[in-house]
């Protein structure tokens, strides 16, 4: 599970940018411009989960009637500290849900980790601690120590509250289609999102994106155990990400292909996390804006608005 330097989601602000007119797509040669996209409603929301409030900036679609397919957004291990500080942070994560919700999607960015409220002293010890997990294993397990009680504590109370985030949602039967919802999640994200689809099947999610993260060693044994059926997958890593390593999202692929689950996986040789170019030293804007996020576009169409 991973740590995660936050000027690597500068790549997020690369995506984001250009998200509505890449996703527009064209059926034919000739290149248009795309009409300038209805920018969302937004606002802030919150909900109970374990006891604790739990934010939610929450966005609607600008134009057109629901219900709409929605999609829960989770952010990465920064959301102890940065993204409750860091208005560069928070710009990122907030363009992000915006540009998918011009997109037709109501999206909920649910700020999970409020849920275990940690003094400033004690922040870098937990991330320190879920870096050193990801960082000191290998395909064959893991080298360091199974993770401290406490942390672990934490990550399943993530955890319960990504199943509270999409019930949630779900309460709004005249703006949200129930039967349509995704969860993407990028870095720590995508270990939550994963792991949420495995504990509660019946949340019956439509579609998940696993982005730079992977899922723990013990629910992928429960799921080849257990055959459990997942929804669809996106998933992408790079091969040289020395935060979350890539066998972590090559482990989670194999898993949804051996169990019979539908799954789609993007690997990028040379790259670290979030599009982090190791030979160059920089954020690779070019295969952020002209590979992964179409890739992401037609994903989520896919499996979120199958009739248009």
Not at 150 to 169: C, G, S
Not at 253 to 281: I, M, P, Q, V
Request: charged fraction near 20%; aromatic fraction near 10%.
């Amino acid at each position: 599970m991973p740590g995660m330097k936050s000027r690597r989601w500068w790549a997020v602000a690369i995506l984001v940018l250009g998200l509505a007119p890449l996703a527009a797509g064209q059926n034919s040669g000739e290149v248009k411009l795309p009409p300038t996209p209805v920018m969302p409603k937004s606002s802030d929301a919150k909900f109970i989960s374990g006891g604790q409030t739990i934010r939610v900036w929450k966005y609607v679609p600008g134009e057109g009637t629901g219900p709409f397919p929605a999609i829960i957004l989770l952010n990465g291990i920064d959301g102890l500290d940065l993204l409750q500080s860091d208005l560069k942070v928070q710009l990122l994560y907030r363009m992000l849900a915006s540009r998918l919700a011009q997109q037709g999607y109501v999206v909920h960015f649910v700020h999970y980790m409020n849920r275990t409220p940690l003094k400033k002293d004690e922040i870098p010890t937990v991330k320190d601690g879920f870096l050193r997990q990801t960082q000191n294993s290998s395909e064959n397990g893991p080298k360091a120590p199974n993770l401290e009680p406490k942390l672990e504590q934490h990550y399943r109370q993530w955890v319960e509250t990504v199943r509270d985030a999409v019930k949630n949602l779900r309460e709004d039967k005249d703006l949200v289609d129930s039967e349509h919802i995704a969860l993407i999640g990028l870095s720590m994200g995508g270990f939550v999102a994963s792991s949420t689809v495995v504990e509660y099947p019946d949340l019956k999610i439509a579609a998940i994106a696993n982005i730079f993260g992977g899922m723990p060693a013990q629910q992928q044994a429960q799921v080849r155990k257990e055959k459990t059926k997942l929804p669809p997958l996106l998933i992408m890593g790079g091969e040289e990400d020395d935060i979350v390593p890539e066998f972590y999202q090559r482990q989670v692929f194999k898993l949804w292909r051996d169990t019979g689950s539908t799954g789609e996986a993007h690997f990028y040789a040379g790259y670290g996390h979030a599009f982090f170019d190791k030979r160059t030293n920089t954020f690779d804007q070019n295969m952020a804006l002209n590979e992964a996020l179409p890739t992401t576009a037609r994903f989520l169409k896919r499996y979120l608005q199958p009739k248009n």
